[in-house]
């Protein structure tokens, strides 16, 4: 099991279009990846779960990742949210 | 005729009649199932006409609304491809024997309670996405498609308690002139659809919305959030010759709103907004807010049961000073006391309230109230523009005990490790008359002021605002209020201070000509004002506006100072 912590620096938080394109990143790889904020453990590959999670801008989550693509995922994700989503500041 | 109000959510007027939209609810029965490969091949095929469905709704939404509008769509594809959701409707299926459309329903209407149960607007807004492709995904399954949309034949105001974006796609645009709902923010569905329509809309009415019957004659007023019923003659014309001026001047003045306002012969003042919350933040910036001149710091203590944590203070501050860059952010500390009460905030009764212990002066009295929010404001404003503002300041003295407990808090903070803005601007709001006539005295140990014409018209006239038999007394028209806000910017001028105004006169186009002309320099309004103040002060040249001012200063009486700005300021006569 994989595990990295990053801060989610986007305005919106982890909801909207962000949540969006979390979700559809993490359903590219096979493995099982998990994503927590505070005391909630939620799906990564589930929309209605990383909603829940209810991560504010400057909330801080950890992913962990289970699998063959384990290493890319866990990669793919931290460069999603360190790049702001895509959207210059 | 009955006039009804709520949050305007989308700018303009409509007449027309109501559409009254009434879903018909759909009845979901439970019962025990022999073939679950059936039944989960009957929902493989429901999931796959709605997905087409959503498909077609995306495009006919962008086509019709645009993007932002149209986005929501692929939103709901990706909750109805839910893993967790899918798995969970998987079990109820195989291993319960339940029916398919139970087995949705429940799963669905679980998912949508926890989103509405953190109390997030936002969240809440998805937690009727999830009703809404649910629901559409079960009318598939259970072979009904009937909308209410369907009986839409004729131009009307759509009028419902709420309306989801499978709804909201199935109106014939054609026949929309605006909606109004009963619940919702402005950052709902049906908020950002009808701006990105064009139309007008007024939402959260509550249930004052029954009042309006289907067919009944409405008038809908998209800028001050009001709703009339079977308008009398009178009415009728008064808003139909608004609504024509209205979208002429308004396709004139947001072509250009991001421009700043500078009168003809190039004074320019500052154009910023009012705003309540965080969702405000990107009405403000469109609208082209200069910044924000009232950040109204009331909304992080309102709805809820007990205290905001400096940290949530702290976060919520930050995001909305940071949003707006070098531009300035004036937040308010907390205003409560006289008409607005926090029920967990102990506040013994009083025979006067709007005389008593409120805003600054109950800040003053609880330090545990008070502190965290300064602590907050102070980390929060390093690294940008943000300023304080402290409410119903009456003496020199609040001021200074004002500043000691705010270097107080800087000190701490320091010690503790934190970085805070060590230039923060400090400035008072001009709302009590003792304060208006010592402005002198006060420019002296405040960076700014902002004067509040709503409280300083009441207690200059000694008429309660809220008591309908003497609140016409209290007009900010009032040539009284006009020479103590003469006095204010004069004697701040002459300490090299600058004066804003963020009371509704502000935003109203009568007054900016006169506050124009007595050199007011910040003009702070709600943001659906700001195209229509930038405009019309850049239609009139500030030696005209000075030369009114000092006329209107010598009328007497607040109807006067109306009719002879009618007259010589013709621009101000939108609608």
């Known amino acids: 099991m994989l595990e990295i912590t990053v801060i989610i620096i986007h305005e919106v938080g982890l909801h909207a279009r962000p949540a969006s394109l979390f979700v559809q990143t993490a359903a590219k790889y096979s493995s099982d990846i998990e994503v927590t904020h505070g005391e909630i453990t939620t799906n990564a590959k589930s929309i209605l779960g990383v909603l829940t999670l209810g991560a504010h801008k400057g909330a801080e989550i950890t992913i962990k990742a289970e699998g063959e693509d384990a290493e890319e995922a866990l990669k793919a994700l931290e460069q999603l949210v360190l790049n702001n989503f895509g959207e210059d500041e | 005729m009955k006039s009804i109000s709520g949050i305007p959510a989308s700018y303009g007027i409509a007449i027309g009649p109501a559409f009254v939209f009434d879903r018909a609810e759909i009845v979901i029965e439970t019962y025990s199932i022999k073939d679950p490969a059936a039944e989960w091949k009957r929902f493989e095929e429901a999931r796959e006409k709605t997905h087409h469905q959503l498909d077609e709704a995306y495009q006919k939404t962008k086509d019709d609304c645009g993007e932002e509008a149209a986005e929501i769509f692929n939103a709901q594809k990706l909750m109805l491809e839910d893993p967790e959701l899918i798995n969970t409707v998987k079990n109820q299926v195989e291993k319960d024997l339940t029916n398919i459309e139970s087995a949705l329903y429940k799963t669905a209407e679980?998912?949508?309670?926890?989103?509405e149960a953190i109390n997030d607007e936002y969240l809440s807004a998805r937690a009727l996405d999830i009703r809404d492709v649910s629901s559409r995904c079960l009318r598939n399954l259970l072979g009904t498609t009937d909308s209410p949309a369907a009986a839409l034949k004729i131009p009307s105001i759509i009028v419902a308690r709420d309306l989801t974006p499978s709804d909201t796609v199935l109106l014939d645009k054609d026949f929309v002139l605006g909606f109004c709902t009963a619940e919702g923010g402005s950052t709902s569905h049906t908020a950002i659809l009808a701006r990105g329509l064009g139309l007008p809309?007024?939402?959260?009415?509550?249930?004052?919305?029954?009042?309006?019957?289907?067919?009944?004659?409405?008038?809908?007023?998209?800028?001050?959030?009001?709703?009339?019923?079977?308008?009398?003659?009178?009415?009728?014309?008064?808003?139909?010759?608004?609504?024509?001026?209205?979208?002429?001047l308004q396709a004139e003045a947001?072509?250009?709103?991001?421009?700043?306002?500078?009168?003809?012969?190039?004074?320019?003042?500052?154009?910023?907004?009012?705003?309540?919350?965080?969702?405000?933040?990107?009405?403000?910036?469109?609208?082209?807010?200069?910044?924000?001149?009232l950040l109204r710091s009331e909304f992080l203590?309102?709805?809820?049961?007990?205290?905001?944590?400096?940290?949530?203070?702290?976060?919520?501050?930050?995001?909305?000073?940071?949003?707006?860059?070098?531009?300035?952010?004036?937040?308010?500390?907390?205003?409560?006391?006289?008409?607005?009460?926090?029920?967990?905030?102990?506040?013994?009764?009083?025979?006067?309230?709007?005389?008593?212990?409120?805003?600054?002066?109950?800040?003053?009295?609880?330090p545990e109230l008070f502190k965290p929010q300064l602590r907050a404001a102070l980390r929060a404003g390093y690294g940008n523009n943000l300023k304080l503002m402290f409410p119903m300041v009456a003496t020199v003295d609040d001021v200074l005990k004002t500043r000691e407990v705010l270097e107080e808090c800087r000190g701490e903070l320091k010690n503790e490790g934190f970085d805070v803005a060590d230039e923060m601007d400090i400035g008072i709001m001009i709302e009590i008359p003792s304060a208006a006539i010592m402005a002198d005295q006060l420019s002296e140990v405040v960076d700014f002021f902002?004067?509040?014409?709503?409280?300083?018209?009441?207690?200059?006239?000694?008429?309660?605002?809220?008591?309908?038999?003497?609140?016409?007394?209290?007009?900010?028209?009032?040539?009284?209020?006009?020479?103590?806000?003469?006095?204010?910017?004069?004697?701040?001028?002459?300490?090299?201070?600058?004066?804003?105004?963020?009371?509704?006169?502000?935003?109203?186009?009568?007054?900016?000509?006169?506050?124009?002309?007595?050199?007011l320099d910040e003009f702070s309004m709600n943001p659906p004002a700001i195209p229509f103040a930038k405009q019309l002060i850049?239609?009139?040249?500030?030696?005209?506006?000075?030369?009114?001012?000092?006329?209107?200063?010598?009328?007497?009486?607040?109807?006067?100072?109306?009719?002879?700005?009618?007259?010589?300021?013709?621009?101000?006569?939108?609608?």
């Open chain 2, 450 to 519: 902002s004067i509040g014409t709503n409280d300083l018209s009441q207690y200059t006239l000694a008429a309660d605002r809220t008591n309908a038999q003497v609140a016409q007394i209290a007009s900010g028209f009032q040539p009284a209020v006009f020479r103590l806000i003469k006095g204010v910017i004069d004697a701040a001028h002459s300490n090299g201070k600058w004066v804003g105004l963020c009371g509704e006169m502000a935003g109203e186009l009568l007054a900016i000509p006169i506050l124009l002309g007595l050199g």
């Open chain 2, 538 to 575: 850049r239609s009139i040249s500030f030696k005209h506006a000075q030369q009114v001012a000092q006329t209107a200063l010598d009328l007497r009486s607040d109807t006067e100072i109306r009719e002879y700005i009618q007259k010589v300021i013709p621009e101000v006569n939108i609608g």
């Open chain 2, 301 to 366: 203590y309102l709805e809820r049961s007990s205290l905001p944590s400096e940290e949530e203070q702290y976060q919520n501050y930050k995001t909305i000073a940071d949003a707006f860059g070098d531009k300035p952010v004036i937040l308010r500390s907390l205003d409560v006391g006289g008409d607005k009460d926090i029920p967990y905030i102990d506040m013994p009764a009083e025979t006067n309230p709007f005389l008593g212990v409120r805003a600054i002066r109950l800040c003053l009295s609880r």
């Open chain 2, 201 to 248: 809309a007024v939402v959260g009415v509550g249930t004052a919305i029954e009042d309006i019957q289907n067919g009944e004659e409405l008038v809908l007023d998209g800028d001050a959030g009001v709703i009339v019923i079977n308008p009398d003659q009178g009415a009728l014309e008064e808003f139909s010759s608004r609504q024509e001026k209205f979208y002429k």
């Open chain 2, 110 to 115: 679980s998912y949508a309670q926890q989103l």
């Open chain 2, 254 to 293: 947001e072509a250009i709103t991001h421009q700043p306002a500078v009168t003809t012969d190039g004074h320019q003042v500052e154009i910023v907004a009012n705003i309540g919350n965080v969702e405000g933040v990107q009405t403000a910036l469109d609208a082209g807010a200069e910044g924000v001149g």
